[in-house]
């Protein structure tokens, strides 16, 4: 891979990795409830799921889930009901959701990981994402680790940038966003963001 090629692979990962997704609306609502230190815990849960998915294309199982309508469709219909389960959680959370002065009301950081980490997890366009743009960019006639190590730490690094750069964002400006924490309205607005989700995931070809 020359560096023009590479340079054309980097923006699409800034591109990807800049978009709004489930992810990130959860790593900024994270970021306004608990804390910039607490929503670390779940940005790196959402790296480490992006890993995992460009390990799983990366060794052909992606090609074989794209190739497969049915396992396929199986991954689609987790990922749907995991963003819906979400969706309903957040909204029903309600007090759970105020804004958090005793960081001991706050999720174990572990359960801010799981969370984030199955969120990502859940989503076959990742798969799809991988499996379609490395074959793209990686040479067969050259050392395939090398490429994929490079490829791979280029998407993680863009997400895991982006990803905590919403969290800073939201936890800078949450003072703003108080009365809307605690009247309740943000809650059911991103709970109702997961439900959208979940809805273009669902009917998504």
């Known amino acids: 891979m ?18 709004v997704g489930p992810s990130v609306i ?5 970021g306004i409830n608990f804390g910039r230190k607490k929503a670390l815990a779940g940005v790196i849960g959402h790296v480490f799921a992006i890993f995992l ?8 199982v992606g090609a074989l889930l794209l190739t497969s309508p049915m396992i396929f469709a199986v991954i689609k219909v987790i990922g749907v009901v995991y963003l819906l389960y979400v969706g309903i959680q957040i909204i ?5 959701w105020a804004f958090q ?28 994402f991988f499996s379609s743009l490395f074959p793209q960019f990686i040479s067969a006639s050259k050392p395939l680790l090398p490429q994929f190590l490079l490829l791979a730490s280029t998407s993680l690094i863009n997400a895991f940038a982006f990803t905590f750069g919403y969290v800073l964002v939201a ?14 309205w943000l809650p059911k607005l ?11 995931l ?3 070809r």
């Not at 001991?104 to 950081?109: D, E, K």
């Not at 991103?190 to 273009?200: K, R």
């Open 101 to 128: 002065v005793d960081v001991n009301q706050a999720p174990t950081s572990a359960a801010l990981f799981r969370k984030s980490f199955l969120i990502a997890l859940s989503n076959p366009k990742a798969i799809v």
């Open 2 to 19: 020359d560096f023009s090629q590479y340079l054309v692979y980097l923006t699409i990962s800034v591109v990807a990795s800049a978009s």
């Open 92 to 96: 029903r959370s309600k007090g759970s």
């Open 171 to 184: 936890y800078k400006f949450k003072q703003k966003l108080l009365h809307g924490i605690n009247q309740g």
């Open 53 to 60: 998915l460009a390990i799983i294309s990366a060794t052909g």
């Open 202 to 204: 669902a009917i998504n």
């Open 190 to 200: 991103t709970g109702s963001i997961f439900l959208f989700f979940a809805g273009a």
């Open 26 to 30: 959860l790593a900024a609502s994270n």
